[in-house]
């Protein structure tokens, strides 16, 4: 079983170290495992252009198209944050609108697929 991890911290600090701990345990017991942060990544958000409806892509060619790729292969999927202003990342937020172009090829695309979510919060605001 393949086991995507999301990084939705702009930084590689506590929800890096904490989603990475997390995908280790599993490695551990046999999954196979793969972890995705937007640290330095290039990942815009969506533009609702409805590009992907008709073309069953999406318009913008940036380090999202290493996450469609991985989506679609993986079985179980792990979505860590940093808790900003009481929601989740800026960056996770743009990585889920961003499935409409999965959704625009096959809308069932993550239907299936188990999924975890982890916040990771570090003061009063998060």
């Known amino acids: 079983m393949k086991v995507f991890g999301i990084c939705g911290s702009p930084r590689n600090d506590t929800t890096y170290h904490v989603l990475k701990e997390a995908l280790d345990k599993l490695n551990n017991h046999?999954?196979?495992?793969?972890?995705?942060?937007?640290?330095?990544k290039d990942i815009g958000p969506c533009m609702h252009c409805d590009y992907c409806l008709e073309h069953k892509k999406c318009i913008s060619h940036d380090d999202m198209l290493e996450v469609y790729e991985k989506l679609q292969q993986c079985d179980g999927l792990i979505l860590a944050t940093p808790v900003q202003s009481g929601g989740i990342s800026s960056n996770l937020s743009a990585i889920m609108d961003r499935t409409r172009a999965l959704e625009a090829v096959d809308y069932n695309i993550l239907r299936g697929k188990i999924g975890m979510s982890i916040a990771v919060g570090g003061d009063r605001t998060g």
Do not use: N, R, V
């Not at 046999?30 to 330095?40: A, D, H, Q």
């Open 30 to 40: 046999g999954f196979e495992t793969e972890l995705f942060s937007c640290f330095g």
